[in-house]
């Protein structure tokens, strides 16, 4: 007889019968095994008759046992016939079917041990999921152990589904419960990665082409292997999160199902727990234990789509503003007429690189000794701080806001701005058809319409100044190649009107390995040179894993784009040169720390004493260094004070440009947005990075 088999005391007067003897091939009354294996697929396997108060002394086994397996969502034992008797009465089919279940019963404990751990694992991944910060500072123990009103709002939806006929509702509710989770922690972990690169959170409008955009400098710093590979790696987590998240949700429903009663007081108790908490201001590891988090994160990520959405709309207006817009060329930049004026972005040269304590040392001397060697050639400087637009990344939102005048930190506002008649300061010179306006653009790899908006003559960009070397990283061309190829095509060439260049360096782009070094200028030839020196150099994946030399390796390639610029202009530079120099932004948070600024130097330096005096009330540090306590002013300033500094009224109030306090500092001027303002953006076509 099956051990699960309850028998019944059979009255006196029916127990002559019984002792007859059953029908022999009649077997105990028990469910078929495919209606038991149903039953428990479904929780809903119901145990056999009750029997009488002796009931319990007839059974087998422990009412606790057959609790525990059900709890764990273990086929109940009383919907179960036993192996023995099965096998008498069952055909070999149903034999071999019994047997591929077998290993249960074989193996109780084990059995019993993978159910509750399947659970639990079930229990973790949800509530991992709903607190899960999306910056990995915050990620922490105590950020895990709070109470998710999520959870417990979920929980009882679940209960008051199981009261209806069918569980087919609560297996849907289930299923979208699972994939919405799986999305949350999708989205946070993107937070997460846009957060430690660029500052900020991921824009569910704007970045998706930022995705694109990873991959391409995944192949130009590490190859297209790894690449590949990681873009694989990153498709299979995302449809693993999505399917483990629903299994998850499955899961946790089913067995809520079968334990009713038990879900229901675990509900109520989390429940009052959660709500005493917040009545109270309950605190762990100074998190609150009652915890709101997801909710919160949706209604800011619903929050910020509406924003962006409305600030497409309101910017347009603006950038449609500007009043150096009509400003005749005979009346812009008549203090810099006949001067060679070169406008030069460093990458990711940020406040960190001359402050932090680790990066600052190498390049501070750097200064100091360039600074030394300009004012013995005759050349002096003056330097500033500016609040770039953007940081970690997204270099072209930074030129744009310093070259526009316009707060540009996203990518809708660099169209927006890119496709408009906005006066961009390269624009000015060339309105005044008293320059010849170039650009050479290394990081340019494909065509770069918006060259007309910044009104150059004529941009080259990497296919355009015959580099024949390795690339070094994302960086197509050593820094010190690419201003000897704008000697060659450009600057040393003779031309009927000065000249106004808009140069990007990019060695100091991440990932900082490996770094040209400077070389005789006279030896760089075509670039070929470099072939054995970028053998000599660090391996990016060594360098990039290691957060104490990844710091040291930034500083050096930021000393050498410093060490190529200056020597260039003291080589090849004259009475008439005038250098604007600045970074793009700050580098990404694993250099320059979670809670770094968004300031990068700026300087200005010039042979012609006059050029500088002009802007002798900026308040700025005499060298190349600025000091720290030196004026910080927003990027989108820096365009209304050149134009008024170098206009035909020095020292007059720069007019307005679409801001009621343009030109005073720390101000923006013409679409200006606060410096906290959410930012975001991608690549256009070919542009710098």
Same mark, same amino acid.
């Given at each position: ?650 020292? @007059?109030?720069?007019?307005? =440009? &679409? +801001?009621?306090? %343009? $030109? !005073?500092?720390? #101000? *923006? /001027? @013409?679409?200006?947005?606060? =410096? &906290? +303002?959410?930012? %975001? $953006? !991608?690549?256009? #076509? *070919? /542009? @710098?990075?």
């Amino acid at each position: 007889m099956s051990l699960f088999t309850r028998s019944r005391q059979l009255p006196d007067r029916d127990k002559a019968d019984a002792e007859e003897g059953p029908a022999p091939d009649v077997p105990s009354a028990r469910p078929a095994p495919g209606e038991a294996a149903k039953g428990a697929a479904d929780g809903d396997a119901a145990p056999a008759a009750k029997g009488d108060a002796d009931d319990g002394a007839a059974k087998s086994g422990t009412d606790g046992d057959v609790a525990e397996r059900d709890a764990t969502g273990d086929t109940p034992p009383d919907a179960a016939p036993s192996a023995d008797n099965a096998a008498e009465h069952s055909p070999p089919d149903a034999h071999d079917a019994r047997d591929g279940r077998g290993w249960r019963d074989k193996y109780p404990v084990a059995a019993r041990a993978l159910a509750w751990g399947t659970t639990g694992v079930s229990v973790a991944l949800v509530v991992i999921a709903l607190l899960l910060p999306n910056q990995l500072p915050l990620i922490t123990p105590g950020a895990f152990i709070r109470i998710p009103v999520e959870a417990v709002l979920g929980a009882g939806a679940v209960l008051l589904l199981t009261q209806l006929p069918t569980p087919v509702p609560r297996r849907v509710a289930a299923v979208f419960a699972g994939v919405f989770l799986g999305l949350l922690t999708i989205l946070n972990l993107l937070d997460i990665g846009f957060n430690e690169f660029l500052g900020r959170g991921f824009n569910l409008v704007l970045d998706w082409i930022l995705l694109d955009d990873a991959q391409s400098y995944l192949e130009d710093s590490l190859g297209s292997t790894t690449a590949t590979f990681a873009v694989v790696g990153v498709v299979v987590l995302a449809v693993a999160l999505l399917a483990v998240m629903t299994l998850a949700c499955l899961r946790i429903s089913n067995v809520m199902a079968r334990n009713n009663a038990v879900a229901t007081r675990a509900t109520l108790v989390l429940g009052t727990a959660w709500i005493v908490s917040a009545a109270f201001g309950l605190q762990l590891s100074h998190l609150p234990l009652a915890s709101r988090s997801t909710v919160a994160l949706v209604e800011n990520r619903v929050d910020r789509v509406k924003a962006t959405m409305r600030d497409e709309r309101e910017f347009a207006k603006v950038a449609a503003v500007d009043s150096y817009g009509d400003t005749p060329g005979d009346q812009l930049l008549t203090g810099l007429r006949g001067k060679d004026v070169i406008f030069t972005f460093i990458e990711s040269y940020g406040r960190s690189a001359i402050e932090d304590p680790v990066i600052a040392p190498g390049v501070d001397a750097v200064l100091d000794e360039k600074t030394e060697e300009l004012r013995d050639a005759g050349y002096a400087a003056k330097s500033g701080w500016l609040t770039s637009a953007t940081y970690g990344g997204s270099s072209w939102l930074g030129h744009s806001t310093f070259l526009s005048g316009l707060w540009i930190n996203n990518q809708n506002r660099y169209r927006t701005v890119t496709a408009s008649d906005h006066l961009s300061l390269t624009r000015a010179f060339k309105r005044t058809g008293a320059w010849r306006t170039v650009g050479i653009m290394p990081g340019v790899t494909k065509e770069w319409p918006e060259g007309k908006f910044y009104g150059l003559d004529h941009v080259y960009d990497s296919r355009d100044l015959g580099y024949k070397g390795p690339k070094f990283s994302w960086s197509t061309m050593p820094d010190q190649y690419a201003l000897t190829a704008f000697e060659r095509l450009e600057h040393g060439k003779r031309h009927d009107k000065p000249l106004m260049s808009e140069i990007i360096l990019t060695s100091s782009h991440q990932p900082w390995a490996p770094i040209p070094k400077m070389i005789g200028w006279d030896e760089v030839g075509d670039g070929s040179v470099y072939g054995d020196i970028k053998k000599e150099g660090k391996d990016p994946k060594d360098v990039f894993t290691d957060s104490t030399e990844v710091r040291e390796e930034y500083g050096k390639s930021v000393q050498y784009s410093l060490n190529s610029l200056i020597d260039y202009v003291v080589k090849y530079g004259n009475k008439n040169t005038v250098l604007v120099f600045l970074g793009d932004h700050q580098p990404l948070a694993r250099v320059s720390g979670n809670h770094a600024s968004r300031d990068v130097p700026v300087a200005i330096v010039a042979h012609d004493p006059d050029v500088l005096k002009r802007i002798s009330d900026w308040g700025w540090q005499d060298g190349l260094k600025p000091g720290q306590d030196t004026p910080v002013w927003r990027m989108d300033t820096f365009r209304d004070r050149f134009l008024n500094a170098y206009g035909p009224q020095p020292g @007059s109030e720069a007019p307005n =440009s &679409g +801001s009621p306090n %343009s $030109g !005073s500092p720390g #101000s *923006g /001027s @013409s679409g200006s947005k606060p =410096s &906290g +303002s959410e930012s %975001s $953006g !991608s690549k256009t #076509s *070919g /542009s @710098s990075r």
